[in-house]
C-alpha cells in the first residue's frame, strides 16, 4: 500500500518497502548464503553469540553477533563499498533484530564511515598497537535505520570523577592467583556473566585468556582479560562486584596486577574496559585504576528487562605503569606516538 499526503512524498508502507529491500538484498552477491549460515544451529537451540562471514571480489569481512544485546560488530578487511556494506547490514538488521551495529577502524576511515550513516561515539587509545581505534555506530529502531545520526539522540548522563586519583596502595593481607587454564575461565564465566554484563569482544575470544582471583572473606573476587595478541591490546572485564569498601580496595588492586602481567608477559601495550553509565562502582574501580573516560556507546546494552543503557568506554596506556618493584621499566613501545587521543567532532 502507497499512502499519500499533501505536500509529503509517497512512502511505501510496511509491506511494500519488505519486499523492495528484499529484493536488494538478493542482488548483493552471496547475501542469500550468508544470511543462511548458522541457520540449522539457529533452529536446533537459542545462543548468546553467532559469527557471520562474508567475502567477494571486493568485499571481506567478519560480522559478531550479540544476540544478549542485540548488537553486530564488524570487523573490516578491505576498504570502499561502504554503501554495499551498509546494506548488507540494514538486510542483516531487520533479519536477527538488530538494534545496533558498530565497527572500530583507524581515524583516517572515520570519514568514509560517516557518508553511510555512522557515527564517531569514543576512541580506545593504542588499539592497533600503535594508533588509536575509533568506534564508529549505527542504530536501528524497528529493523530501519535511526535517521539523524546518533548524537541527536539523548545520552544518559554519566558520574563524574576527579582528574587524579590517589595511588593505590598494595592491601593487607591480600593473595592474588593468576588462572589460565580455558575449563576453569569458561565455568566461571557461565556462573557469573549475567551479573557482570560480561559478552566477549575480541574476534576469536569465546571466553577470557586470563584472570585474576583474590579472596575476601568467604568472597571471591575475579577480574579477567581478553588478549589480542596481534595488536597489543586487552579488554578488562570486572566479573565480581566488590560491596565493601575492602573489596572495592581489592579489586583495584588485582586490576593493577593484572595490568602489570598482561605487559610484562603478554607485551600488551594498552587495556580497555567497558561499564554501564548507571554502574559507577565499577566506574570508579576503572578510573582509581588510572583509566580514562574515552566516550560513550548510546543505547549499547540490554538489561534484563530489554531496556538499552549507555555504556562509558574506559581506557589506559600501559607504557607509564609503575611495576610493583622497583626494578627499571621495560621500553616496550618504541614506536608508539605519545600524543594522546581525544573525541572531536
Known amino acids: 500500500m502507497i499512502s499519500k499526503k499533501p505536500g509529503k512524498v509517497k512512502k511505501l508502507?510496511?509491506?511494500?518497502?519488505?519486499?523492495?529491500?528484499?529484493?536488494?538484498?538478493?542482488?548483493?552477491?552471496?547475501m542469500k548464503e550468508l544470511i543462511q549460515q548458522n541457520e540449522d544451529q539457529r533452529k536446533d537451540r537459542p545462543y548468546l553469540y553467532e559469527r557471520l562471514h562474508?567475502?567477494?571480489?571486493?568485499?571481506?569481512?567478519t560480522l559478531l553477533i550479540d544476540h544478549t544485546n542485540k548488537t553486530m560488530r564488524v570487523i573490516d578487511y578491505r576498504m570502499q563499498q561502504y554503501k554495499r556494506k551498509c546494506q548488507i547490514?540494514?538486510?542483516?538488521?531487520?533479519?536477527?533484530?538488530?538494534?545496533?551495529?558498530?565497527?572500530?577502524?583507524?581515524?583516517?576511515?572515520?570519514s568514509s564511515w560517516r557518508t553511510v550513516g555512522f557515527?564517531?561515539?569514543?576512541?580506545v587509545p593504542l588499539y592497533f598497537r600503535t594508533a588509536d581505534a575509533y568506534v564508529m555506530s549505527r542504530l536501528y529502531e524497528d529493523g530501519e535505520p535511526v535517521t539523524g545520526g546518533i548524537a541527536k539522540l539523548a545520552h544518559e548522563k554519566r558520574p563524574e570523577f576527579d582528574e587524579d586519583p590517589p595511588s593505590i596502595s598494595e592491601p593487607r593481607g591480600i593473595k592474588v592467583t593468576f588462572i589460565d587454564e580455558?575449563?576453569?575461565l569458561q565455568d566461571l564465566i557461565d556462573e557469573a556473566w549475567q551479573d557482570a554484563h560480561y559478552t566477549t569482544f575480541i574476534?576469536?575470544?569465546?571466553?577470557?585468556?586470563?584472570?585474576?582471583?583474590a579472596s575476601s572473606g568467604r568472597k571471591k573476587l575475579w577480574?579477567?582479560?581478553e588478549i589480542n595478541d596481534a595488536f597489543g591490546h586487552a579488554k578488562i572485564d570486572i566479573l565480581t562486584?566488590?560491596?565493601?569498601?575492602?573489596?572495592?580496595?581489592?579489586t583495584s588492586w588485582m586490576i593493577m596486577e593484572l595490568m602489570r602481567e598482561l605487559r610484562e608477559t603478554y607485551g600488551v601495550v594498552s587495556v580497555f574496559a567497558l561499564a554501564r553509565v548507571d554502574d559507577t562502582t565499577r566506574s570508579e574501580i576503572l578510573h582509581s585504576a588510572g583509566f580514562r573516560v574515552m566516550g560513550q556507546l548510546v543505547r549499547h546494552v540490554l538489561d534484563g528487562k530489554e531496556h538499552p543503557h549507555d555504556v562509558i568506554v574506559w581506557g589506559r596506556k600501559l607504557q607509564d605503569l609503575a611495576p610493583q618493584e622497583e626494578e627499571e621499566l621495560p621500553d616496550l613501545a618504541d614506536d608508539i606516538s605519545a600524543e594522546d587521543s581525544d573525541i572531536t567532532e
Open 223 to 225: 577480574v579477567t582479560a
Open 241 to 250: 562486584l566488590p560491596s565493601t569498601e575492602r573489596e572495592h580496595h581489592f
Open 54 to 61: 562474508y567475502k567477494s571480489p571486493d568485499i571481506d569481512m
Open 89 to 110: 547490514f540494514d538486510t542483516i538488521a531487520r533479519l536477527r533484530g538488530l538494534r545496533k551495529v558498530y565497527t572500530l577502524v583507524e581515524k583516517q576511515d572515520t
Open 203 to 213: 574476534k576469536d575470544a569465546s571466553q577470557p585468556h586470563i584472570g585474576v582471583r
Open 119 to 123: 557515527s564517531k561515539e569514543a576512541v
Open 182 to 184: 580455558p575449563e576453569d
Open 13 to 30: 508502507g510496511g509491506a511494500k518497502r519488505r519486499k523492495q529491500q528484499a529484493r536488494k538484498s538478493q542482488a548483493i552477491p552471496g
